[in-house]
């Protein structure tokens, strides 16, 4: 088992092209574009970004499953385009699509993939672990997305893998399921695991991540842990959010504060309105006695600061934006942003 910090994957240029592409008048497209970033052993590397911006692909090329054009790939400090067996033995992998035999049973089909490592963890206590007794007699085909995902976790694990690539291992999970999961792939950090995964559910993200690596158009275009990433956006500070009657004067409540350009109030949908800024003690008490002098209460009330998901959407309409700008001016190439 690696050292914790040790890097497990390391990846400097990677480049994918693919193609012909009729549309482009039978030229290649760039799927990849450049991509940098390195996952350690001990730590849950995140990789967040909108369906086609390269998570899948640059996951595929560092596990060897796809020919890269151009770039380094170092997985367990080997390149995964020429893996022996030793180094496929080391790596677990869980595809988004799952693979699995749609007439074998889960416990025939986990213990058959155990019998292809010398010392693979016992079937019946991981299949304990992962509630896969409870549909242990159901052919794959007949499962749940949820159950299959279970099954294509537990055969990902099954042989003690150093290093694991989860794509979208909560997909079509209950939520008990998914809270399986979730602690699950912490237990495995503990281990002194590398895990990189990719994930829609920015909840779990924000969760788990150690390293979070946000790749917008074939690029990463903000790395770091989340809190780096938080403190690196603008306008990330504390948001109050609160439900109440629509068309409500909110901002009245802060006219008489020093610094009140700092705060801002919107109303984005009818009777739900947010007040963001460098938010106080005073500024909390202001509002509260402005609904109470209007004999206004509300029915949600919460206090926070902007989330990963507030960034990773601010930085999807950012892209798009960007996108549509450049298919009004074909010559103009947009400017990349920096969240850290």
Request: net charge negative; glycine share 12%.
């Given at each position: ?235 990330a500070g504390t948001r109050l959010t609160l439900r109440t009657e629509p068309g409500l004067p909110l901002a009245d409540a802060f006219a008489g504060r020093a610094g009140r350009e700092a705060i801002t109030v919107t109303e984005p949908s009818t009777g739900h ?68």
């Amino acid at each position: 088992m690696l050292q914790t910090g040790t890097p497990c994957l390391e990846i400097e240029g990677l480049v994918k092209d693919v193609g012909p592409i009729p549309s482009l008048d039978g030229r290649m497209k760039r799927v990849l574009a450049g991509v940098d970033l390195t996952a350690r052993a001990g730590e849950i590397t995140v990789l967040l970004g909108v369906n086609g911006a390269g998570k899948t692909t640059t996951l595929e090329c560092a596990q060897g499953l796809q020919k890269r054009t151009d770039g380094v790939v170092r997985l367990l400090g080997q390149d995964p385009e020429k893996a022996d067996a030793e180094l496929r033995a080391r790596v677990g992998i869980m595809l988004q699509e799952g693979g699995l035999p749609p007439s074998a049973r889960p416990l025939a089909l986990l213990r058959h993939v155990a019998g292809m490592y010398a010392d693979p963890q016992p079937v019946d206590e991981l299949a304990e672990r992962l509630g896969i007794h409870e549909f242990a007699s159901t052919t794959i085909r007949r499962l749940s997305g949820g159950q299959k995902q279970r099954v294509a976790l537990a055969a990902t694990l099954i042989g003690r893998p150093e290093v694991v690539f989860l794509d979208e291992p909560s997909a079509g999970l209950d939520p008990q399921s998914r809270e399986l999961v979730v602690e699950l792939i912490d237990e495995l950090r503990r281990e002194g695991l590398g895990i990189i995964l990719t994930t829609h559910l920015l909840d779990d993200a924000e969760r788990l991540a150690d390293v979070v690596h946000i790749l917008d158009r074939g690029r990463v275009i903000t790395s770091g842990s989340v809190a780096e990433i938080l403190e690196g956006r603008e306008g990330a500070g504390t948001r109050l959010t609160l439900r109440t009657e629509p068309g409500l004067p909110l901002a009245d409540a802060f006219a008489g504060r020093a610094g009140r350009e700092a705060i801002t109030v919107t109303e984005p949908s009818t009777g739900h309105y947010v007040i963001e800024g460098e938010l106080t003690s005073a500024d909390l008490a202001g509002i509260a006695q402005w609904l109470h002098a209007h004999g206004i209460m509300p029915q949600h009330l919460e206090l926070g600061r902007a989330n990963l998901q507030d960034v990773f959407l601010a930085i999807a309409a950012e892209s798009a934006e960007e996108s549509a700008d450049s298919d009004l001016e074909p010559g103009r190439r947009g400017s990349r942003r920096s969240a850290a």
